[in-house]
């Protein structure tokens, strides 16, 4: 997975990724998610190319429970997201949604380098930089959840979440 750094700061809510005055829009997912962080950056998902990547500091997904934060960012082409500490709930979305959420030293990153991300070795390449960043990998169940497109498709798959992984 490769792609272009597109960088936030510490507690990104949930409001901050899908502002609850859209929330009405929530069964039109397509709209909804026109309006990612509209108020931190204008026109956001004008900009985004699919493949990639939000970065950000701590506490990411922070506020409301809303799934729909995760939704947006996957609809929007974002292929992950990585963050130095993620709020629970929001990261459990993330891969519910299929949508990779990965902890690491977000510092070695900044807006616009291209980045690629290898979910199962562990690490990420800065290519605008020359440097490697390790983060500690994703559980098997998880991965295989990601890899299935979420937990329904998961749960359709194997009619349970599978363990032996």
């Known amino acids: 997975m490769r792609g272009k750094v597109w960088k936030f700061g510490d507690a990104i809510s949930?409001?901050?990724?899908?502002?609850?005055?859209?929330?009405?829009?929530?069964?039109?997912?397509?709209?909804?998610?026109?309006h990612i962080f509209e108020y931190e950056k204008p026109n956001f998902s004008g900009m985004l190319s699919p493949g990639d990547f939000i970065v950000a500091g701590?506490?990411?997904?922070?506020?409301?429970?809303?799934?729909?934060?995760?939704i947006v960012i996957k609809m929007n082409g974002i292929q992950a997201v990585l963050?130095?500490?993620?709020?629970?709930i929001f990261y459990r979305n993330c891969?519910?949604?299929?949508?990779?959420?990965?902890?690491?030293?977000?510092e070695k990153f900044?807006?616009?380098?291209?980045?690629e991300l290898m979910l199962d070795q562990g690490k990420i390449i800065n290519h605008s930089r020359n440097e490697t960043v390790s983060f500690t990998s994703i559980?098997?169940?998880?991965?295989?959840?990601?890899?299935?497109?979420?937990?329904?498709?998961?749960?359709?798959?194997?009619?349970?979440?599978?363990?032996d992984l």
């Open 95 to 106: 891969f519910n949604n299929g949508l990779p959420a990965v902890i690491c030293d977000t």
């Open 58 to 70: 701590h506490n990411f997904g922070q506020g409301s429970s809303r799934e729909h934060a995760a």
């Open 14 to 34: 949930t409001d901050h990724i899908i502002p609850g005055r859209y929330m009405y829009l929530r069964s039109n997912l397509p709209e909804l998610a026109k």
């Open 139 to 163: 559980p098997p169940v998880m991965r295989q959840i990601l890899n299935d497109g979420g937990l329904v498709e998961h749960v359709k798959k194997y009619g349970d979440i599978r363990l």
């Open 110 to 115: 900044s807006e616009g380098e291209e980045i």
């Open 83 to 88: 963050a130095k500490s993620f709020a629970r």
